[in-house]
């Protein structure tokens, strides 16, 4: 029988809406139809468990980035501030999968001693019945620092959201309570009898044209985010380019940008925090998520665009929706940096009250539409205003954004 050990390592990361938190590293043990497995843990929790949430955000590790939902893209003070937990577990050899590379023990899986390489080097040993019966231990063999479970979510992104893509057909339908796999290669619909929900989140770059949401199909939503590029925002993207800027003081006719300027300010954190909110919401008082909202395919399988070639349909930032640039999901830059989006044709307003009253009833849509918290939507607001006349676009070129932080942290808002 599969076993989570009591904790080598136990560390306080912090207190969230006053609550202790602590992050517990171990070894988890047992025997899958592969063979033996010997690999790392990661379970973090409240020191006290009363009154909490009883819901475990499950999460196979990234390849490069480990635990990548719960340190970078919601992060800490958004998952713990709503009284959830996490737990991450080993299941490859394959980079950062194997979740702790130093455990202090020797991994096994598939009854082998494993030494951890690269993504892409032969030796790949995985095996993902480890995830299986890891979430079925949470469940019903629940160590005594974890606390009472009710539910556990699975979610992931781009690699380790390809992973709970796949696990849903096999057992994630029936292990999780919802599934959320995000910026993920695109995998056909699978609908087993009494499937348990699922939210596909994409961003442009990693939208199939086939994907086609099925109104048959109840608890699957798809959402799609126009513009989008497969790495979101963040300082080092921003800087590594050296690309020529728009002018230091920008009015109302700047020159013409390069061809592709930067990269996009086209950040699709806030949406999959909205959506987040709305599949708990989801499972934990039956209500219902948004409609699906994919982009829209032309006639010859390629994307619909609109004038200034922005993909239509789909969850649409301010900045795509009123047209102040082109935004580009992937540019081939060499280095992988296709990952990255970028924008051109930047457009400016000859009206500035006109524009903001433009921005703010955009993100107001999005608010109505649920793909936006109303913290987030304040903190859009604010970044599109920071220097008249300058638009959200050029003010995050001029890295304006993190220069003068907003009034509300997004982060730490609770619905």
């Not at 455990?103 to 390489?117: A, D, L, R, S």
């Not at 890891?134 to 606390?147: D, K, M, V």
Request: charged residues 15%; contains cysteine; glycine residues 8%.
């Amino acid at each position: 029988m599969s076993r989570i050990e009591p904790p080598t390592s136990s560390q306080n990361i912090g207190t969230f809406n006053n609550v202790t938190y602590v992050r517990h590293k171990g070894r988890f043990t047992g025997k899958t139809v592969e063979g033996n497995f010997a690999v790392p843990y990661e379970i973090t929790s409240p020191s006290n468990f009363a009154d909490r949430n009883a819901t475990v955000v499950f999460e196979p590790p990234h390849f490069t980035s480990g635990p990548i939902a719960r340190d970078v893209v919601l992060g800490p003070a958004f998952l713990f501030n709503r009284s959830l937990r996490h737990a991450s577990v080993g299941y490859s050899n394959v980079g950062q999968r194997i979740l702790n590379p130093a455990p202090g023990f020797t991994p096994i899986i598939q009854g082998k001693e494993i030494k951890v390489i690269p993504p892409g080097a032969p030796g790949e040993i995985t095996d993902c019945n480890i995830l299986r019966q890891f979430a079925q231990t949470l469940r019903e063999s629940t160590p005594p620092f974890l606390g009472r479970v009710e539910k556990i979510y699975g979610i992931g992104f781009s690699d380790s959201g390809n992973t709970v893509q796949h696990v849903y057909g096999l057992f994630g339908h029936k292990l999780f309570d919802i599934s959320f796999p995000c910026t993920a290669p695109y995998h056909p619909p699978v609908k087993p009898a009494g499937a348990n929900p699922i939210i596909v989140f994409n961003a442009e770059s990693d939208f199939d044209v086939e994907t086609v949401p099925d109104p048959a199909f109840t608890n699957y939503r798809w959402y799609a985010v126009a513009g989008g590029p497969h790495i979101p925002d963040n300082p080092l993207t921003r800087t590594v380019f050296n690309e020529e800027p728009p002018p230091p003081h920008p009015g109302f006719n700047p020159p013409a940008p390069p061809l592709i300027a930067g990269t996009t300010p086209l950040n699709w954190v806030p949406f999959i925090k909205a959506l987040f909110v709305a599949g708990h919401e989801w499972v934990s008082n039956r209500t219902q998520p948004p409609a699906s909202a994919v982009l829209k395919v032309g006639p010859r399988g390629l994307l619909a665009r609109d004038e200034v070639c922005n993909a239509i349909g789909g969850i649409r930032h301010p900045a795509l929706e009123l047209k102040e640039a082109t935004f580009i999901a992937s540019v081939a830059r060499g280095r992988r940096w296709e990952l990255f989006g970028g924008y051109s044709g930047l457009r400016t307003f000859s009206n500035f009250d006109t524009y903001k009253e433009l921005f703010r009833n955009a993100t107001e849509n999005l608010v109505k539409a649920r793909f936006l918290l109303k913290a987030a939507a304040s903190v859009l607001n604010h970044r599109a205003t920071l220097q008249p006349p300058a638009t959200y676009t050029i003010n995050y070129f001029w890295e304006r954004f993190y220069a003068t932080p907003p009034p509300t942290d997004e982060d730490a808002f609770m619905p």
